[in-house]
């Protein structure tokens, strides 16, 4: 890959991230003072310690597929919970390979699931339109009584919506319905990692500590933004979704996309 393509790419990738951090509608953040710059820690179910990590590992699975996948290639890595889910195109089965290999290869890894799939490189358009549905599923979400927004992440790739998370069965089942309901989504993908309610109580509770224990202790931190998090931001962003562009499929007579369960293929921790 030579130096100007891997600089384009870095490119395209650094403006859909932007895209991507301005979807995450309903994830309150804390910017948190750290030696050589911040940490941006998202207010979920996951320990800090673990979000950090989970950050590591997708820059390291990342930067590592833009160097060794061939330039044609646009693969995508979002890991929760050290599981690495693996979106977007590659020109061959090998290349698919390669791209799961490198993902398995990064230390702490406990799972990977490869949505990769072997065809041209998605439009601009195509991109445009994913990051799209995210922002539509995420308002969904946030509108939606008896979860937490806060505890999905949601992945736009083809059309196909990805959620993540640690959440309890209902909670999921309930958050994969929703996003099945969102126009133009065409099929939604259950990438969760199961928990039992008392322990999503406990880890809500845990997470609320954290964020006060910081927010307390780091007084020259940035505040807490309410990127569409609770109270007006939930209902701006609901605004926002209703008056949004109308798709080819009137809402009252889109068919519910199917859902789907991922199959993460374990890795045997280093």
Same mark, same amino acid.
């Given at each position: 890959m030579t130096i100007s393509t891997r600089f384009t790419n870095t490119l395209v990738k650094a403006v859909f991230g932007i895209?991507?951090? +301005?979807?995450? =509608?309903?994830c309150p953040l804390l910017v948190v003072g750290a030696a050589g710059g911040g940490a941006l820690v998202a207010s979920d179910r996951r320990t800090v310690g673990t979000q950090t990590e989970d950050r590591e590992i997708q820059v390291k699975t990342q930067v590592q597929m833009n160097h060794d996948l061939p330039d044609d !290639?646009? +693969?995508?890595a979002t890991v929760i919970n050290r599981r690495v889910l693996l979106t977007g195109e590659v020109p061959t089965e090998a290349a698919k390979k390669q791209a799961e290999d490198i993902a398995r290869g990064i230390d702490n890894v406990q799972g990977v699931i490869n949505e990769l799939a072997v065809m041209p490189e998605a &439009?601009?358009?195509d991109r445009s339109n994913d990051l799209y549905l995210e922002g539509r599923v995420k308002s969904a979400l946030i509108a939606e009584k008896g979860i937490s927004a806060n505890d999905f992440k949601v992945v736009g790739s083809r059309g196909n919506i990805y959620l993540m998370g640690l959440v309890t069965k209902d909670e999921g089942d309930q958050g994969a319905l929703v996003a099945s309901q969102v126009p133009g989504v065409m099929r939604v993908v259950k990438v969760y990692r199961y928990i039992t309610p008392e322990? !999503?109580?406990?880890? &809500?509770?845990d997470t609320q500590f954290d964020s006060n &224990? /910081? =927010?307390?202790? /780091?007084?020259?931190s940035a505040p807490i933004s309410n990127a569409g998090g609770m109270g007006?931001? /939930? !209902? +701006?962003?609901a605004n926002t979704a209703a008056n949004a562009p109308a798709t080819t499929s009137p809402v009252d007579l889109q068919s519910t996309a199917p859902i789907v369960d991922s199959a993460p293929k374990p890795v045997e921790l280093k």
């Amino acid at each position: 890959m030579t130096i100007s393509t891997r600089f384009t790419n870095t490119l395209v990738k650094a403006v859909f991230g932007i895209g991507v951090i +301005a979807s995450l =509608q309903g994830c309150p953040l804390l910017v948190v003072g750290a030696a050589g710059g911040g940490a941006l820690v998202a207010s979920d179910r996951r320990t800090v310690g673990t979000q950090t990590e989970d950050r590591e590992i997708q820059v390291k699975t990342q930067v590592q597929m833009n160097h060794d996948l061939p330039d044609d !290639a646009h +693969a995508s890595a979002t890991v929760i919970n050290r599981r690495v889910l693996l979106t977007g195109e590659v020109p061959t089965e090998a290349a698919k390979k390669q791209a799961e290999d490198i993902a398995r290869g990064i230390d702490n890894v406990q799972g990977v699931i490869n949505e990769l799939a072997v065809m041209p490189e998605a &439009s601009f358009t195509d991109r445009s339109n994913d990051l799209y549905l995210e922002g539509r599923v995420k308002s969904a979400l946030i509108a939606e009584k008896g979860i937490s927004a806060n505890d999905f992440k949601v992945v736009g790739s083809r059309g196909n919506i990805y959620l993540m998370g640690l959440v309890t069965k209902d909670e999921g089942d309930q958050g994969a319905l929703v996003a099945s309901q969102v126009p133009g989504v065409m099929r939604v993908v259950k990438v969760y990692r199961y928990i039992t309610p008392e322990e !999503a109580r406990s880890l &809500s509770l845990d997470t609320q500590f954290d964020s006060n &224990s /910081n =927010q307390n202790s /780091n007084p020259s931190s940035a505040p807490i933004s309410n990127a569409g998090g609770m109270g007006n931001g /939930n !209902a +701006a962003m609901a605004n926002t979704a209703a008056n949004a562009p109308a798709t080819t499929s009137p809402v009252d007579l889109q068919s519910t996309a199917p859902i789907v369960d991922s199959a993460p293929k374990p890795v045997e921790l280093k």
